[in-house]
Nanobody
């Protein structure tokens, strides 16, 4: 099992920046991809960004956050971050950290076996 703990969520204003963190523990050798998802009330969980250490380091972003969000991390230290700049009210959601071993697709929710409890991000207009 891999345990994931997110932190860094907050209430901010539109245009502000925020940095989320995710710390992994447990059988961390059973993961080589980590990702951020988010879920707003009444909506499906959606992919935000991911980082893979399968062959070097590869990052991937949803179109809605590309150019505003930056994912980073260290597989050896079992950490992942999400730098969120120029936040918009539509970014408001609970943000979840997820981890998997060789998922077929960054964006497929069901590919991730491990999930954190989430951290709340609220962006006021």
């Amino acid at each position: 099992q891999v345990q994931l703990v997110e932190s860094g969520g907050d209430l901010v204003q539109a245009g502000d920046s925020l940095r989320l963190s995710c710390a992994a523990s447990g059988r961390t050798f059973t993961k080589n991809v980590m990702a951020w998802f988010r879920q707003a009330p009444g909506k499906d969980r959606e992919y935000v960004a991911g980082i893979s250490w399968r062959s070097g380091v590869t990052t991937n972003y949803a179109d809605s956050v590309k150019g505003r969000f930056t994912v980073s991390g260290n597989n050896t230290k079992n950490t992942m971050y999400l730098q969120m700049d120029n936040l918009k009210p539509e970014d408001s959601a609970t943000y979840y950290c997820a981890a998997a071993l060789n998922p077929p697709n960054f964006r497929w929710v069901k590919a991730y076996a491990y999930w954190g409890q989430g951290t709340q991000v609220t962006v006021s207009a």
